[in-house]
């Protein structure tokens, strides 16, 4: 079982910036690649970035421009900065991670963002 602690959610006014963390523990293998997905209220979750462990990134489109990932000094943790957010980026935001040898994938608890005026 993959443990994910997650920080960096809060409350920002559109425009504003936040910086989500995530930190992976226990029983990882060798990671593919890391990242966030994020599931609106009446929405499905939907992959936002992600790294691999090549360091490629993708971006939803929705979001190109102004989220950037990437790798943290920590072990098997991801940064995402958020920059110039809007209202429909709120969403709760799940830490996610691939791993290779057919290891199923795993998201975190999820941590709130909610960008409202």
């Known amino acids: 079982q993959v443990h994910f602690v997650e920080s960096g959610g809060g409350l920002v006014q559109p425009g504003g910036s936040l910086r989500l963390s995530c930190a992976a523990s226990?029983?990882?293998?060798?990671?593919?690649?890391m990242g966030w997905y994020r599931q609106a209220p009446g929405a499905q979750r939907e992959l936002v970035a992600l790294?691999?462990?090549?360091?490629?990134?993708t971006y939803a489109d929705s979001v190109k421009g102004r989220f950037t990932i990437s790798r943290e000094n920590a072990k098997n943790a991801v940064a995402l900065q958020m920059n110039s957010l809007k209202t429909k980026d709120t969403a709760v935001y799940f830490c996610?991670?691939?791993?290779?040898?057919?290891?199923?994938?795993?998201w975190g608890q999820g941590t709130q963002v909610t960008v409202s005026s």
């Open positions: 790294i691999t462990s090549g360091g490629t990134t």
């Open positions: 226990g029983s990882i293998i060798s990671i593919h690649a």
């Open positions: 996610y991670i691939d791993q290779r040898f057919g290891v199923p994938r795993s």
